[in-house]
Nanobody, 125 residues
Framework: VQLQACGGGLVQAGGSLRLSCVASVRTFSSLVMGWFRQAPGKEREFVAVIRWSGGSTFYADPVKGRVTISRDNAKNTVYLQMNSLKPEDTAVYYC???????????????????WGQGTLVTVSS
């Protein structure tokens, strides 16, 4: 599984960005897809996860209500729509994938085997 994330950039506080992650895999619809972020000097942290069917999502508390994860299985793509961005959202954002098995809401980086290269989001105040 190869993942390619894009869509990051520089945005003012209160603005919006949509990140995309395309997976090069034949069985995208069987993957749990997650987004994580890592700010300078901090550990990688969970942002959002979506079930393989797209019917269920789960968010980290700091982004809940401002971020929406979605997927288009026909396009092998997962999205992260981020609104009302804050300076503390500044980080490199990574998409991650894990074949479906058992519990779908995987919130730990150690639960994912496949990672994209990351895309930088910078929010200015």
């Amino acid at each position: 599984v190869q993942l390619q994330a894009c869509g990051g950039g520089l945005v003012q506080a209160g603005g919006s960005l949509r990140l995309s992650c395309v997976a090069s895999v034949r069985t995208f619809s069987s993957l749990v897809m997650g987004w994580f972020r890592q700010a300078p000097g901090k550990e990688r942290e969970f942002v959002a996860v979506i079930r393989w069917s797209g019917g269920s999502t789960f968010y980290a508390d700091p982004v809940k209500g401002r971020v929406t994860i979605s997927r288009d299985n026909a396009k092998n793509t997962v999205y992260l729509q981020m609104n009302s961005l804050k300076p503390e959202d500044t980080a490199v954002y990574y998409c991650a994938a894990q074949p479906a098995s058992g519990r779908w809401y995987r919130t730990s980086a150690s639960e994912y085997d496949y990672w994209g290269q990351g895309t930088l989001v910078t929010v200015s105040s």
